[in-house]
């Protein structure tokens, strides 16, 4: 490997639903960060690791910047201030059709208090005619001096060759922390029950708010070898939101069921069996023993 290789961390910022999990998506080539039109979809630094001849950059994708409402949302909080201070390059991502807001506003305070260069990144320019996107980046640049701009779209693709580029531009001279072939630093456990999730959320609309966890309870290989058993459990806060999630004759979560077993094949390469099950916990998103339980490890941040 040439002595000019470059690596870093990019944090990538932005309101909740500005596209950033699309992003990470488009580049990584692969389902690691799960999509939905909620708010709030992302809880954990999401790490994606995009890796060229020159160059490797670790992209965290971080929870959407929103005043928590409660201890998960604290939790949330914490994660993404965190991560601005301990990266190479941040990319706050607002949305082409979205106005300059009291959102917006409110991240680019926090990005005073940081000295990190920041890209701003225009996402969902696909969706806009492109004379109006002169004002907009206009009205940011009023704001705050950012180091580039770029306008994209992440769901058609478009210019993100381009920011990748001008990332690799900012980096550091570096070694490369992961191998060529590795797409992220979560256990797959982690993704399998991030994908199961998702379809809770695609599937059951704004009947079941984000008080949805999932845990899965084993991964086994099982028949020679051939296929692999996953068994996982879905945590709600209430009995009326079981009882969607169940739905008529349990054909709810045999949808969720089927829909997930597709991604978490194309994840781990090899026929799965899935197993859901569904049980309440009562206002978990306020009890620290539990959050613990579900993964968000407070001394990690």
């Known amino acids: 490997m040439n002595n000019s290789f470059k690596s870093g961390f990019v944090s990538i910022i932005g309101r909740p639903n500005v596209g950033k999990s699309t992003f990470i998506n488009r580049v990584i080539g692969q389902k690691i960060a799960i999509m939905s039109d909620k708010p709030q979809t992302t809880r954990n630094k999401i790490q994606g690791v995009y890796t060229t001849n020159q160059s490797q950059i670790i992209f965290i994708d971080t929870p959407g910047i929103h005043k928590p409402k409660h201890k998960l949302g604290d939790f949330m909080m914490k994660i993404t201030q965190n991560t601005l201070k301990e990266v190479d390059l941040i990319l706050f991502m607002v949305n082409a059709m979205e106005g300059l807001g009291r959102g917006e506003e409110y991240i680019i305070e926090r990005l005073k208090e940081t000295n990190t260069p920041v890209f701003l990144v225009i996402n969902k320019i696909d969706q806009v005619h492109p004379d109006e996107l002169l004002p907009i980046i206009d009205q940011y640049k009023d704001k705050f001096d950012f180091q580039e701009i770029v306008p994209i779209s992440a769901l058609q693709g478009n210019n993100i060759d381009t920011l990748l580029k001008q990332i690799e531009t900012y980096l550091p001279e570096g070694p490369q922390y992961y191998p060529s072939d590795q ?34 309870d084993a991964i086994e290989k099982r028949e020679n070898n051939q296929a692999v058993y ?72």
């Open 183 to 216: 797409v992220t630093d979560h256990p797959e456990r982690f993704i399998i029950s991030e994908l199961i999730r998702e379809k809770v959320l695609h599937l059951t609309r704004e009947e079941v708010p984000h008080s949805v966890a999932v845990v899965v």
């Open 230 to 301: 996953v068994a996982a459990t879905i945590i709600v806060e209430r009995d009326s939101q079981k009882g969607i999630i169940i739905g008529k004759q349990g054909g709810m979560l045999k949808e969720i069921g089927q829909r997930a077993r597709v991604d978490i094949e194309n994840l781990l390469g090899s026929k799965v069996f899935l197993e859901l099950w569904v049980k309440v916990q009562k206002d978990w998103r306020n009890r620290l023993t539990q959050l613990r339980d579900f993964g968000f490890k407070e001394d990690e941040y």
